[in-house]
């Protein structure tokens, strides 16, 4: 495995200050960025004149207001009216606090988001890896540039020297991105910057070799061995290693799920404490786990066979059980949670691919969290939604909310960087474009639900999390290969 492959392994890890390892260390072609979606609406230039023209008649003239914001495509379910402008609330109960705000961002084609910031190429040539990025922070819509700073820094660690040079950004809500890392050519295997350590902007946590996890102080010289290197020769490649947001612990996929107290030596392994194979872990806090096993999901082909071409009435897709349990670290101990229904969402590999026939809706544990999140999500057989606490362990319904009507595969969940949030994002399944969005608060037991009418709006394929309390949704212009041939457009959905 390269350095490279690492990356792709291990993703995006879902933190406020988390680095978007893939986007700056391996720039793939501007079509193929990794769920960072664009969106073409108009040039802010000539919206702003606009609304300074009409401002008086789009004041006092509700037949002209409202063809106005006809024209925007904006809307929700219910509680969100149409409006023209950026940060703006969207919903009618603004008397609770609770409102959605949308800012749209123009972005050059060599640009994109990067953890709540954005990263525009400031090289001539924009290449795979290795160039510079320029750093920005938005106001109103409006691209302002941050200050970039950079560091060297070599170091020894395990017999091997190491040497890694940054260019980085910080604006004053405390995120941080990378602009540029250039690599030690002496080093071979697998080397990979992951994330600023949670709560800091100047302590980075790097893998070395994808098997040593250690910290580098951009102000200060030396290295901060996390786990001895003896423990971690012990275990294959890593496939993720993620900090908690309290800085407390390190949790380690390396095939199995390990975790440690920062600056302990000891490992525990998560899948012997549960007595099961895993397949995932989320971090609630206070040294607790939350650890779950999926089961079952096993598909008789002939049987869906004769399901897709109408030949029997039921599906006979069998999405498996999920397992849960609670694992006090600290305790070396754990609790089984339950067990439930998985759903497609829960185990999409139950689904079988090469046929155009959706699954149609199952009831079941269809959402549970990953790296930190202490909120399960479950529907019923009459599509009511429920929240499960993991912490508490209550389980309430969201009370005036159903499930939306989901054609799978043409949906996706995303949880939010802090696991309190998490977005439902539906597309047509004619022609693939983003047409709903919807964000469950699990903290105010609510369901926002943004729809979107794409016919007149361009490519807008895709959304992600532009920060925890920010959905993003990018639109581009491309051609015929599929290559960006112009501009973005950003909508910045900020949910209050």
Not at 337 to 360: C, M, Q, Y
Not at 381 to 405: C, F, K, Q, T
Request: glycine residues 8%.
């Amino acid at each position: 495995m390269n350095s490279s492959q690492l990356i792709d392994a291990i993703g995006a890890v879902n933190d406020a200050a988390v680095l978007d390892a893939k986007a700056f260390h391996y720039r793939g072609d501007a079509a193929a960025r990794p769920r960072f979606r664009k969106m073409t609406v108009g040039v802010a230039a000539v919206l702003a004149v606009l609304l300074c023209i009409v401002a008086v008649a789009f004041a006092v003239d509700q037949e002209f207001r409202a063809a106005v914001l006809s024209f925007f495509h904006i809307s929700a379910e219910d509680h969100v009216e149409r409006v023209p402008v950026e940060d703006q609330p969207l919903t009618g109960d603004d008397a609770a606090g609770k409102n959605i705000t949308v800012t749209r961002v123009r972005v050059p084609n060599n640009g994109h988001a990067a953890n709540g910031l954005f990263a525009i190429c400031s090289d001539e040539i924009e290449y795979k890896q290795g160039s510079h990025y320029d750093l920005y922070k938005q106001e109103g819509g409006e691209l302002v540039k941050l200050e970039l700073q950079s560091t060297r820094r070599d170091f020894s660690y395990n017999g091997t020297a190491y040497g890694v040079y940054l260019e980085w950004a910080e604006d004053k809500e405390g995120r941080c991105a990378l602009g540029y890392v250039e690599l030690p050519d002496s080093v071979t295997g697998q080397y990979a910057v992951l994330q600023f350590v949670p709560g800091t902007g100047e302590k980075l946590l790097l893998l070395l070799d994808g098997k040593y996890p250690v910290i580098i102080d951009l102000y200060e010289d030396g290295v901060q061995e996390l786990i001895p290197a003896a423990v971690m020769d012990e275990l294959p490649f890593l496939k993720a290693v993620h900090i908690t947001r309290d800085g407390k612990y390190l949790l380690l996929n390396a095939g199995r799920y390990y975790c440690a107290a920062i600056g302990t030596e000891p490992l525990t392994c998560l899948d012997e404490l549960c007595g099961a194979e895993l397949t995932g872990c989320s971090y609630i806090g206070e040294g607790i786990f939350f650890c779950h096993s999926l089961t079952g999901g096993a598909v008789d082909e002939a049987d869906l066979a004769a399901y897709v071409r109408g030949e029997t009435p039921a599906s006979p897709i069998d999405f498996g059980m999920i397992t849960t349990w609670n694992v006090d670290v600290q305790r070396q101990a754990a609790g089984v949670v339950g067990s439930t229904a998985a759903t497609a969402f829960t185990n999409p590999d139950a689904l079988w691919h090469g046929t155009e026939r959706t699954e149609p809706f199952s009831p079941g544990l269809v959402y549970v969290p990953h790296d930190e999140g202490a909120y399960m999500l479950e529907v019923d057989g009459e599509r009511h939604i429920y929240v499960v606490d993991l912490r508490s362990g209550e389980r309430n319904m969201i009370e005036g909310a159903l499930w939306p009507d989901v054609d799978w595969p043409y949906a996706e969940l995303v949880g939010s960087p802090e696991g309190d949030k998490l977005a439902l994002i539906q597309r047509d399944a004619t022609n693939g474009s983003l047409c709903h969005l919807s964000v469950i608060d699990f903290k105010k037991m609510r369901l926002f639900a943004i729809e979107r009418d794409t016919k007149e709006v361009g490519n807008e394929h895709y959304a992600d999390w532009f920060d925890n309390d920010t959905i993003m949704v990018d639109n581009n212009v491309t051609d015929e290969t599929g290559h960006n041939t112009g501009d973005s457009w950003y909508y910045l959905y900020r949910i209050y």
